[in-house]
């Protein structure tokens, strides 16, 4: 191949070469990006979409459970006095510790209208139409005994919800652990709030010992496992 072949050769490739770049930049590059963008708008479209349809059946549910969350709000509306009626709730706390066999029982309630436990679940707001009376109860009792109190707790005539639950292994002196039968003996804190309609700023009345109350009351120490929730 003489020079001039070879030149007419290169020159051929650099002409296919420049034709490549050009189709690349001019069409092929605008088109691409035509396409990703329209791609793109498409798939957020898409997701719009796809929210919205859940959006409406969640509509569509909370409407067909709407005669549910009346009938909800009505109940939990009865458990909800217009008066803090304190004493009344320790008798009940008191006679559901005595038929879950809890003993050593103190309760100590504080004002209306204190922020609720710290990390706690909420069952009712902070202002408004409500406010919170913190309680903290202790007593002593096994396992089973804690789980039947926190059920009969759930169960009161009045709302009562648990934010924190402390216990360990009650230790008798010579550092072994108390037992009832063949179960383990815990010392149990339970810091809880119940609520009055409509807000307070009224001062409960200082909450007595239980009947049975320790002499040296019993408090859950740092070290117990905690389980939260809402009784």
């Given at each position: ?19 490549a770049?050009?189709y690349?930049?001019?069409l ?10 329209a791609?793109?708008e ?104 804690m ?6 707790l ?8 648990v ?26 804190e ?21 009947p ?20």
């Amino acid at each position: 191949m003489d020079s001039r072949d070879r030149n007419i050769l290169i020159l051929g490739i650099l002409i296919l070469i420049l034709l490549a770049v050009g189709y690349y930049f001019l069409l092929f590059s605008p088109l691409r990006q035509q396409y990703l963008g329209a791609y793109d708008e498409r798939t957020q479209k898409e997701q719009q979409r796809a929210q919205l349809e859940q959006s409406v059946a969640e509509l569509e549910n909370i409407r067909r459970d709407a005669p549910r969350i009346e009938r909800n709000i009505l109940e939990y509306s009865k458990r909800l006095p217009e008066q803090d009626e304190i004493p009344t709730l320790l008798v009940q706390i008191e006679q559901i510790a005595e038929g879950a066999g809890a003993t050593q029982l103190t309760i100590t309630p504080s004002d209306p209208g204190a922020a609720g436990a710290a990390g706690g679940a909420t069952a009712a707001p902070a202002s408004g139409d409500f406010s919170r009376i913190p309680i903290t109860m202790s007593f002593e009792g096994t396992y089973l005994e804690m789980q039947d109190f926190l059920f009969r707790l759930k169960n009161l005539s009045r709302l009562v919800t648990v934010n924190e639950v402390t216990f360990e292994e009650l230790e008798e002196e010579g550092g072994s652990t108390a037992v009832s039968g063949t179960e383990e003996i815990l010392t149990v804190e339970i810091v809880a709030e119940t609520y009055v309609q409509p807000a307070s700023g009224s001062t409960s009345p200082a909450a007595p010992a239980a009947p049975g109350g320790p002499t040296g009351g019993t408090t859950a120490a740092q070290g117990g496992t905690t389980a939260a929730g809402g009784a």
